[in-house]
């Protein structure tokens, strides 16, 4: 899958932490579509997303699953299929923060995704987390 990460500040950051990252983006929005359908519980990202966003998360999924509680057509599009990404590209803002968009798909169905990450400590956590 093609990525493509750049920094809009002067600190240095190497190819390997941009490549670390840039997959770690794609593992979490992979992630949220599987917590958004259903198929993976928001408590599996605890240590990787803020409490805001695994909030937001489980409200999507609760609006989702109702919905394909009603329309078996919805459910069989969205939940069955695997989700695949296609590519993603991302900006460094500093640091210690990372801003990534993601174009993902389910089926025949694209979605994109908004990711911001923040340093926290040692740990880079996703406090941000659009997807539509």
């Not at 002067?10 to 992979?30: F, N, Q, S, T």
């Not at 210690?96 to 995704?113: A, D, H, K, P, V």
Request: net charge positive; with cysteine.
């Amino acid at each position: 899958m093609p990525y493509h990460v750049v920094k809009i500040s002067p600190e240095h950051l190497d190819k390997a932490h941009c490549h670390a990252m840039a997959v770690a983006a794609c593992r979490m929005g992979i992630l949220t579509m599987d917590v958004i359908r259903g198929k993976l519980s928001a408590n599996g990202l605890r240590r990787a997303a803020s409490a805001k966003v695994i909030e937001r998360l489980q409200r999507l999924a609760f609006i989702i699953e109702t919905r394909m509680s009603r329309d078996d057509e919805y459910k069989a599009r969205l939940k069955y299929p695997p989700v695949m990404p296609h590519w993603l590209s991302g900006t460094f803002i500093s640091q210690t923060c990372l801003e990534m968009c993601m174009q993902l798909s389910i089926g025949r169905e694209i979605y994109w995704s908004n990711l911001r990450f923040e340093q926290i400590g040692c740990r880079w956590v996703c406090t941000f987390a659009d997807i539509g």
